[in-house]
């Protein structure tokens, strides 16, 4: 299923992350795609949000590779990926990652070297200044 929504700001964005959150179950997988500065970690924090988890804790995990936010219905993992080769991707142990109760929200997902049973895909294009297009497809 794909529902299509208009962003006009980081805040809708957001809006459209803390909507999802209500779909999402333990083992739920969101892959978000985008160019730089589309605005994935922005839904992050909208799922952060929905979930019950303070969205202030969620930065850009360029760094850490994966960070973990407790405090709501479920644990979030923020995964990115973009700096990593495939061998790295493989040795990030996701297959167990997202077990438990745990959502896990992947930031360039291209790079994955495996794909999930239960995920959601989002989607979100870039439009002219704060315009962005969000495609969010869910399967399983
Ligand atoms: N409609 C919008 N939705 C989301 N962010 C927006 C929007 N319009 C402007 N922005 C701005 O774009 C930036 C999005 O940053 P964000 O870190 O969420 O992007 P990203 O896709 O995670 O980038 P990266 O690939 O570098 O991780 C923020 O500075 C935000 O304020
Ligand atoms: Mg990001």
């Given at each position: ?5 208009h ?8 809006a459209a ?26 839904f ?17 995990p ?12 479920l644990?979030?993992q923020?995964v ?18 997202t077990?438990g ?11 994955l ?5 239960d ?14 297009t ?5 399967t399983?």
């Amino acid at each position: 299923m794909t529902r299509v929504c208009h962003s006009h700001g980081e805040g809708d964005t957001a809006a459209a992350g803390r909507a999802l959150a209500g779909d999402l179950r333990p083992g739920s997988v969101v892959l978000l795609s985008g160019d730089l500065g589309a605005g994935k970690t922005a839904f992050v924090r909208g799922i952060a949000e929905g979930l019950g988890i303070d969205p202030a804790a969620v930065s850009s995990p360029t760094f850490t590779l994966v960070q973990e936010y407790r405090g709501g219905r479920l644990r979030l993992q923020h995964v990115d990926l973009y700096r990593l080769q495939p061998i790295e991707v493989d040795d990030l142990g996701l297959d167990e990652l997202t077990l438990g109760d745990v959502v896990t929200a992947i930031e360039w997902p291209e790079r994955l070297t495996r794909s999930f049973d239960d995920s959601v895909a989002v989607d979100i294009l870039h439009g002219e200044d704060d315009a962005r297009t969000i495609r969010i497809t869910t399967t399983g």
